[in-house]
């Protein structure tokens, strides 16, 4: 929960514009014992100002799978906290699959604001939150439109390690099934042989 001076400062506007918005049903706001005004991520995360006069910066946060929307509110709240701290107007955007995946509707939606020229930042928790295999492929993306990436924790997320794992399985299924067809008893064979590497590793 945000004081209206945070969630000022989080969207970039003055703190009479969120009253008024208040006022106008355009934002709604909770209230503590005292009566003092307390925003929540969500809501902020759904205010989009119409016209913006400087670039904006997007908080990208991703997980794997829809069992690990605690994981997701935890990047959320760590990226707000850290753009906040810096001053940056900031716009999440969400994802829920794959870091293999590169048809995310979160991850088009970055990378056309990114070649529209509407983002000055990308901030990520970890780099790997951004795509799993390719990453600097984007980062030249990013660099020709003049947008740069910041990574909060540069640290190896052990969280991550059964994700790290699924994407490795993804991968040799994929190639396994090209090989000897979806069907194929060496196919399942060669999955399960990697399974137990793994497991014993």
Known sequence: MYTIREAAKLLGVSVSTLRRWE????????????????????????????????????????????????????????????CIAKGYQLQIITDIGSGLNYKKKGLKELLTLI???????????????????????LEQVCEFHGVAIEIINHTE?????????????????????RLYGSRSHKQKK?????????TLG
Do not use: M
Request: charged content about 35%; some cysteine.
């Open 23 to 82: 006022s106008e049903g355009k934002i709604r706001t909770q209230r503590t014992k005292g009566g003092h005004r307390r925003y929540t991520i969500e809501e902020l995360s759904g205010i989009k100002p119409l016209k913006f006069d400087t670039k904006l910066t997007i908080g990208y946060c991703r997980v794997s799978s829809g069992e690990q929307k605690a994981d997701l509110a935890r990047q959320v709240e760590n990226v707000t906290q850290y």
């Open 115 to 137: 070649q529209s020229n509407k983002v000055e930042r990308v901030v990520i928790n970890y780099k790997d939150r951004l795509i799993r295999f390719g990453y600097e492929l």
């Open 157 to 177: 997320d052990k969280t991550y390690e059964q994700e790290l794992v699924e994407d490795i399985f993804s991968i040799i299924k994929v190639f396994s099934s």
């Open 190 to 198: 060669i999955i399960e042989e990697n399974k137990n590497l793994f």
